[in-house]
């Protein structure tokens, strides 16, 4: 079974950019979809992103789309995911998911324990 951890959240100004990484282990890592939700406080968990397994094929909820960009790289096992032009709302939790595709957090069986992403204004 594949288990998740993501890296690389933090604090960045607005206007800022960061890139996450959720590195996966113990499966056949091509064979999920892979997603990125983010929880704000106080908030409900909400998708960002999704990627169908070898990378063909991109979604994202209308808040992030033209300033974040889902990726993966199989060979190294890692999905990515470039914040660009990020917002004081994009503060959150962020987590990668594996499943299968869609946007509800009931497409993805197994999920990572997160990185706080904090942008200040």
């Known amino acids: 079974q594949v288990q998740l951890v993501e890296s690389g959240g933090g604090l960045v100004q607005a206007g800022g950019s960061l890139r996450l990484s959720c590195a996966a282990s113990?499966?056949?890592?091509?064979?999920?979809?892979m997603a990125w939700f983010r929880q704000a406080p106080g908030k409900e968990r909400e998708f960002v992103a999704a990627?169908?397994?070898?990378?063909?094929?991109?979604y994202y909820a209308d808040s992030v789309k033209g300033r974040f960009t889902i990726s993966r790289d199989n060979a190294k096992n890692t999905l990515y995911l470039q914040m660009n032009s990020l917002k004081p709302e994009d503060t959150a939790v962020y987590y990668c998911?594996?499943?299968?595709?869609?946007?509800?957090?009931?497409?993805?069986?197994?999920w990572g324990q997160g990185t706080r992403v904090t942008v200040s204004s």
């Open positions: 998911a594996a499943g299968s595709w869609g946007n509800r957090m009931d497409n993805y069986h197994l």
């Open positions: 113990g499966g056949t890592f091509s064979s999920y979809v």
């Open positions: 990627i169908s397994g070898l990378g063909s094929r991109t």
